[in-house]
């Protein structure tokens, strides 16, 4: 990105200002210049045109690790006012509804476990449909696919998968309400049959992780970390529902947004107003699309731990905290001193609450929101919590970002040598892609200790301890 | 000389395909080789299960849209891996005839395509070769 385009408003936040005669909102761009300067110019092109649509409340606005994404940018957040004309996106949330992490803590330290992780890791890569093609043991009835996508993770808990005390520390206690199963197609749900229960492939991953350090004593205390700790993160989303919901509205929305007098920039921001047929049709749609992201990682959690049991027999594997990334959620933000209901897209970008929020569960409300930043297979992941005082409607970054496509990772690295490397420092990895190895090169993503710092220093989130990965699933 | 082709093109997080043809039939079909060449080496797919895809649209960006998502719905839905597109045009209504097999050991577990976006769309004609091109999500 061009950072002549720019104006640096403090450390940490730049504006992209308007030229004269240009009706769009402000945009801000969090980061540093070296951050900023490693993004592609499209980032810029998309946020700017987010910026431009009707009922933005404030700017558009785009995290740490944003990078050039399809409708708004990856790491792209913007909040809409429903009374003021506002939008409902699809392209702001993205095919994979609800894409997330699934962070778990054990009772296990790094001494206990690290003779097994050979055996680990096997047992892991059997029990867990991973990869393009697999399938998942659950199918279900065309009726309780839709009881589930009304009853998310719940659901999944109901029938065994996992337990009452992990749906306290998912977001939404496990199941949006508004969730419409009526406005998911038959496709949609026909893609989900053999899906319940699977990782998925890309970027997505099942990764055992220790606690390599910690930044923030009080809140790792909180949150139940310490050095040297076995965690496992359980990154994926809606599978094959969520990417035909998002296939089936993006065209829809498209076509609306020009029948309702909307002009957008681009198709590919594909919109309705919130208030209109079309939008509460996606909205409804998309909230299914978030249960069964929460459920499939519930099903996910489930499946570990008894992967788990089978090598570690006294371990305990207790959900930390369970967090999406690409959503649309109805929240209440103050605006200028007036509480607002606002829809807040986040696309590539986590929901970051403070502490005090009255929505965070009991034991993390003093010390905000946990917040998962995953890096690479190679260089390991930060736990965040959420600040006090963030400017950006409580979202802070999701990942390491991309600083490469996949193509030129795939020309670069060849995967069965990256596995190879990486056994030699020690992080074991099972795929059934070595393609999929290369493309997610540790080497092709941004500096996830940078991205990361910087995230704390704009006030986003702070950090409090870093993982380091030992075993990965890969999808 | 063979006018049909498939290829790519860059984009951050990922990927870009590019389908072209002497028509707009065999641009799609060049375009669903370059997609489910994400997801497979198409060469090793035996082509042993047929599917009929028919949808209608008037506005071809739209209609490269349709067709590769349908492609990747039904693929998915069926458990099949597609690698022989026979696509043909009819006004408004397009009908292809597609083929492939369903997973098993020996194929090639590229990436997932979860959906094609309408990013970097674009559907023309320049000369006698037409280009159809889209961002699909990984």
Redesign the interface.
Known sequence: MNLDQLRQLRAYLWTFPRQPGEKRAEVLLYGTAPLLGSM?D?VLEQIAQVASLPGLVGAALTMPDA?????FP?GGVAAFDAEQGGVISA?GV???ISCGIRFLRSNLDLGDATSRFGQLANTLFQAIPA?????GHIKLNPAQLDQLLQEGAYWAVKHGYGNTADLEYIEERGRVAGAMPDHVSE??K??Q???MGTL???NHYLEVQVVDRIHDAAAAAAFGLHEGQIVISIHCGSR?LG??I??DY??ML??AAGRVGIRVP???L?CAPIKSPEGQQYIGAMNAAINCALANRQILTHLTRIACAKVYPHAEFETLFDVSHNTCKVEMHEIDGNPRLLHVHRKGATRALGPGNAMLPERYRAVGQPVVIGGSMGTGSYVLAGASGNAAFDSASHGAG?A?????ALARWNGRELVDDLAHQGILIRT??L??VA?EAPGAYKDVDLVAEVTEQAGLARRVAFLRPKVCVK? | MRTQSSGYFEHDADVGIIGRGGTVEQAFEAAAEAMFGIVTDLDTVRPSIAVTIEFEETDPEFALISWLNLLLGRGRELGVVFSRFHLRRDGDRWRAEVSGEKWRAGLERGVEVKGATLTMLSVKQTGPIWEARCIVDV
């Open positions: 592609d499209k990078h050039w994404g399809y409708g990856i392209g993205g095919f994979d990869g393009v093609g697999e399938e496709l949609a026909k893609r049959r053999g899906e998925g492939s890309g094959g990417h035909q998002g296939t993006l065209v498209a076509k681009s198709r590919e594909a991309r490469m496509s996949r193509n030129k059934r892609s393609r999929g493309e999808g």
